[in-house]
């Protein structure tokens, strides 16, 4: 097997590790810096040292954060006292884009998966108990994942809750707004015909 | 549903090959040993499924040497005319065409496109370990239900989890481990619930058709039963909850669905220990019957019923009761010796005519390429499909 010069394999190992990223794409993406422009690979470079110098976790929420908190806990208009908690950063980009959660949000960073080695005391979940008090939570909305993971993660936090007297809510599953009932998965569409509700008529 | 014609390339021995199998009754494969015939059924059946019923690796089913395999079929449909075609790469995923559009979800084939396949393995059911007795009921029970397999598959994610996590306590209870523990409790014991409960329905209506196929291949009736029997009893979080320390300790999940048993009985006693080889296989495949029938009346249309070689190991009277008990579908059975008394074959094709093994380097007909018809409006047949 011909073997890469050192800088060029560790270049190639690193890469290797993100991921998604496989030996193949690592090392075409290898091959890619080492032919581009030097100050486009620079950029890149200096790109990834200055978010991993000044981009931390919010003291709060756990979210990412340029500073000690991130700037929805650092906007005084969300409200206090309903809290949405999510398995990852990139969860509370997705539930921003809804626009119709004015409170504050909880990173858990992970969901609990024994096959992964996750458990309650890997996950932010005594930061979230010890912010129920100070910021006087009525509400916790249970937005992990709605996998078996997401489910028993939801389900652990629930009863850690309701023992401390907070409202807690799940979110609801059921089918994409837009879509065709014919195109829904018989799953989804159980659980939507679970999930129904009253009309008022 | 029938096969009208079956093309194969580099699928196993057979480099290439094609077939046109009798719309209805049987059609008799016939060759020595070693000349492909199993290969045949399992190409049509993979078709289907996508996955080999001699639970092959993926990789032995391209012809060695060739990047590719592919199958192509062109059915009957209650009249409407479907051109299957699906590509088995390795490395890689398969490609699957209906009509020349790709087909993105297998499930979307699979309930349009049953396949009831019998072959001497099947014994095992009998035979062999609960665990093949069970697959015998998900199996069924999947192809008839898709939330069936979905809480299946969810059952096994969730037992991972629990042993896993089991594994991690070393036998210790911290508050820490209970509190994850009941999370996973709560969800298998809703999963564990349904699938046991679905299991026992589906043993409920397995039961009259297993009796009544037992009893035209045997020639006798009432000496056979099936049962469902659970490893708990009452509530399965209430079980869950008495077994706890013992499961610490041994570190394993010892209720729940994937410790229950399908009972199959026979003059009274387990049939697993009890009965004969003849009488196990005659028991194997009145279930394989059963199940075929249950599934045709769930989906509606008759499964191609592939036999591999079945009626080797039945005396003369039970194989012709055993063709007799046949659904009136397309049957292809494969067979090294020719027919015996009182089998009535539509078409017998001789193995060793349908195509090219192993060896020969000329392109062939049935191996050109995928067309995906959807981009570019009108299809391009290769020449074998327009034969």
Redesign the interface.
């Known amino acids: 097997m011909a073997v890469y010069t050192p800088a060029v394999q560790r270049l190639i190992d690193e890469l290797g590790k993100l991921p998604g990223i496989g030996p193949k794409s690592a090392q075409r993406i290898a091959f890619y810096l080492l032919r581009a422009e030097r100050v486009d690979v620079l950029r890149l470079a200096d790109a990834i040292r200055s978010a991993k110098e000044h981009v931390s976790f919010c003291q709060r929420c756990w979210n990412v954060a340029e500073g000690p908190e991130c700037e929805i806990c650092a906007d005084p208009r969300r409200e206090a006292g309903t809290i949405c908690v999510v398995e990852e950063p990139r969860d509370v980009v997705a539930v921003e884009r809804t626009g119709s959660f004015h409170g504050r949000y909880h990173v858990l960073q992970g969901a609990?998966?024994?096959?992964a080695?996750i458990?309650?005391?890997q996950l932010k979940v005594k930061e979230l108990l010890e912010r129920l008090q100070p910021e006087a939570v009525e509400e916790v909305i249970l937005c992990t994942n709605p996998n078996?993971?997401g489910?028993?993660?939801a389900?652990?936090l629930a009863?850690?809750l309701h023992e401390r007297g907070v409202r807690v809510t799940r979110i609801a599953s059921g089918l994409p707004v837009g879509g065709d009932l014919e195109y829904a998965?018989?799953?989804t569409l159980?659980r939507a015909l679970e999930g129904r509700r009253p009309v008022e008529g | 549903m029938h096969v009208e014609r079956l093309w194969l390339s580099d699928w196993r021995c057979w480099e290439v090959a094609e077939l046109a199998p009798s719309a209805t009754g049987i059609t008799l494969l016939t060759g020595p040993n070693g000349s492909g015939k199993t290969n045949v059924l399992e190409a049509l059946a993979w078709l289907a499924r996508r996955e080999s019923f001699r639970a092959a690796p993926r990789d032995v089913l391209v012809r060695e040497g060739a990047p590719q395999a592919i199958v192509r079929g062109r059915f009957d449909s209650g009249g409407r005319a479907l051109l299957v075609e699906a590509e088995c790469n390795v490395p890689g995923r398969d490609r699957v065409l209906v009509n020349r559009q790709p087909v993105r979800h297998h499930r979307e084939l699979q309930a349009s496109f049953p396949v009831s396949v019998f072959t001497p393995d099947d014994l095992a059911v009998v035979k062999g370990s609960p665990s093949e007795r069970r697959a015998v009921l998900d199996e069924t029970a999947s192809s008839i239900s898709?939330?069936f397999a979905?809480a299946r598959a969810?059952l096994d994610?969730?037992l991972?989890?629990?042993a896993?996590?089991l594994r991690?306590a070393s036998g210790r209870l911290t508050a820490?481990?209970e509190?994850?523990l009941?999370?996973?409790d709560?969800?298998l014991s809703r999963l564990g619930e349904e699938v046991a409960a679905r299991r026992e329905a589906l043993v409920a209506a397995l039961r009259p058709a297993f009796e009544s196929a037992y009893g035209r291949v045997a020639g006798e009736r009432g000496s056979v039963s099936l049962s469902y029997t659970r490893s708990w009893s009452g509530e399965l979080d209430a079980a869950l909850a008495a077994h706890r320390g013992e499961d610490l300790r041994r570190q394993v999940t010892s209720v729940g669905p994937h410790r229950d048993e399908l009972v199959i009985l026979h003059a009274g006693k387990l049939a697993r220990s009890h009965a004969s080889q003849g009488e196990q296989r005659t028991l194997a495949l009145a279930l394989r019957l059963a199940a075929h029938t249950l599934v045709e009346e769930h989906v509606g249309t008759a499964p191609i019923l592939l036999l591999d070689d079945v009626l080797s190991e039945l005396d003369d009277y039970r194989a012709a009761a055993l063709i007799e008990a046949v659904p009136s579908a397309q049957v292809i059975l494969a067979a090294a010796s020719p027919p015996r008394l009182g089998i009535d074959v539509a078409t017998t094709i001789d193995v060793r005519e349908i195509g090219r093994r192993l060896g020969a380097t000329q392109g062939g007909g049935g191996g050109a390429p995928l067309v995906d018809g959807g981009e570019s409006g009108t299809p391009m047949c290769p020449a074998a499909v327009e034969s």
């Open positions: 609990i998966s024994p096959i080695g458990g309650p005391a078996y993971e489910e028993a993660t389900m652990y009863r850690q998965d018989e799953l159980g | 898709a939330s979905e969810g994610r969730v991972r989890q629990r896993i996590l991690q820490e481990i509190d994850t009941a999370v996973w709560r969800q």
